[in-house]
Every structure is written in structure tokens, then in C-alpha cells.
T-cell receptor
Framework: EAQVTQNPRYLITVTGKKLTVTCSQNMNHEYMSWYRQDPGLGLRQIYYSMNVEVTDKGDVPEGYKVSRKEKRNFPLILESPSPNQTSLYFCASSWDASYGYTFGSGTRLTVV | GENVEQHPSTLSVQEGDSAVIKCTYS??????FPWYKQELGKRPQLIIDIRSNVGEKKDQRIAVTLNKTAKHFSLHITETQPEDSAVYFCAASIGNNAGNMLTFGGGTRLMVKP
């Protein structure tokens, strides 16, 4: 089944403790992206990647890192999480720039 | 960068009525406009999209229109059903080899009353 898989689905962590949210797609998509969703703010792009080793900042990249060492994987790294990063995170992938994204199931992160 | 505004933020209709959601965008270079539906607790799912070389596109009960001159596009849902209740997001992208920088509107919560 074609899908974007994120893990974990839920995560509660403490301020400053490094964490990684994994994302993997099995559709051989070139493009991958991370979004955060907050009430009243919609979906905001954090980082995106056009291919292996090619990444770029979205609208809200501060406090996040990404890497794209393999085509299928695009992990999101929070080196020192803070409470304002409490949010619902979605990973997504697409064939190319003119196709819509397929979203993962989401990761609900709480930083206390 | 691109800015996408979406209206209304909430919309309540009676089952069987039509619903219209409108979006405006700021970057005239944007050429790809998808619409997503997000049910409660679920991921956003692409329901329809339109590219800048087309003015209108239809898929059963949903249709999108695009006015490039005015920089606005709309989602039309006819004969609404309770299962259409969800949050709908519009988005815009320049969609070229520079990347897929998809910018979303703030969302519209559609409630269809039986």
C-alpha cells in the first residue's frame, strides 16, 4: 500500500531533550516536506526537500533540522525542544512540484 | 513569500445545499492550487486540484474555479452531505524545479446539518 509513515504518533517530552520524528514513504517520491498544524494557524511548512541531500527552509524552520540521506526517509530533528514546539506535525511527499502532497498520519508532540 | 487567505473560517449549511469556500493568493507566479479535506483527527487528503492553465475543474459534486487575473480560486460543493463535514484547506504553489513550497490557507470548518 502506497503510504507515508510517521513515527511516533504521540510523544510527550521535556524541554531540551533532543528528539527525532521519523518519516518514510514507499512511493519513490522526489519531494518531501514537514508541516506543523496549530489551531487557528492552519498548516505551516517547516522544511522541504526536492531530492536526496537537497533541503530548504519553509516558513517556520527555527528550532528544527532535517536530513535527506535516502530518498524514502526524511526525519525531523528537534535538537532542544521548547514548549512552543508543542504541535501536530505532518510529513508529506509528492512526485514533483506540481502535484499535491500525500500526508502521513501525523505526530502529536507535547513539550513540557 | 506567498500568502494565502481563506474565507470563511466556518461555514454551516443544510444538507443538500451548496457550499462555497474562497481563497486569494499573493504571488502571481503561483500556478498550482490544490484543495485538501481534513476530517477530525485525520490527515489532510487531496480532494481536487487545478493548474493555472485551466479556469475550472469538476469532479462529481466538487468543482474548483480559478481567476488568475484576480488571484483567487474557489471550491464549490453541491448537494452537500453530512460526510462532507470537515475542515477544508486551500493551498498555492509555484511548483517549479525550485521546490514544492506549498502554502496553505487558514482552513474552513464546514458543518453540514442533516
Amino acid at each position: 500500500e502506497a503510504q507515508v509513515t510517521q513515527n511516533p504518533r504521540y510523544l510527550i517530552t521535556v524541554t531540551g531533550k533532543k528528539l527525532t520524528v521519523t518519516c518514510s514513504q514507499n512511493m519513490n517520491h522526489e519531494y518531501m516536506s514537514w508541516y506543523r498544524q496549530d489551531p487557528g494557524l492552519g498548516l505551516r511548512q517547516i522544511y522541504y526537500s526536492m531530492n536526496v541531500e537537497v533541503t530548504d527552509k519553509g516558513d517556520v524552520p527555527e528550532g528544527y533540522k532535517v536530513s535527506r540521506k535516502e530518498k524514502r526517509n526524511f526525519p525531523l530533528i528537534l535538537e532542544s525542544p521548547s514548549p512552543n514546539q508543542t504541535s501536530l506535525y505532518f510529513c508529506a511527499s509528492s512526485w514533483d512540484a506540481s502535484y499535491g502532497y500525500t500526508f502521513g498520519s501525523g505526530t502529536r508532540l507535547t513539550v513540557v | 513569500g506567498e500568502n494565502v487567505e481563506q474565507h470563511p473560517s466556518t461555514l454551516s449549511v443544510q444538507e443538500g445545499d451548496s457550499a462555497v469556500i474562497k481563497c486569494t493568493y499573493s504571488d502571481s507566479a503561483s500556478n498550482y492550487f490544490p484543495w485538501y479535506k481534513q476530517e477530525l483527527g485525520k490527515r489532510p487528503q487531496l480532494i481536487i486540484d487545478i493548474r493555472s492553465n485551466v479556469g475550472e475543474k469538476k469532479d462529481q459534486r466538487i468543482a474548483v474555479t480559478l481567476n488568475k487575473t484576480a488571484k483567487h480560486f474557489s471550491l464549490h460543493i453541491t448537494e452537500t452531505q453530512p460526510e462532507d463535514s470537515a475542515v477544508y484547506f486551500c493551498a498555492a504553489s509555484i511548483g517549479n524545479n525550485a521546490g514544492n513550497m506549498l502554502t496553505f490557507g487558514g482552513g474552513t470548518r464546514l458543518m453540514v446539518k442533516p
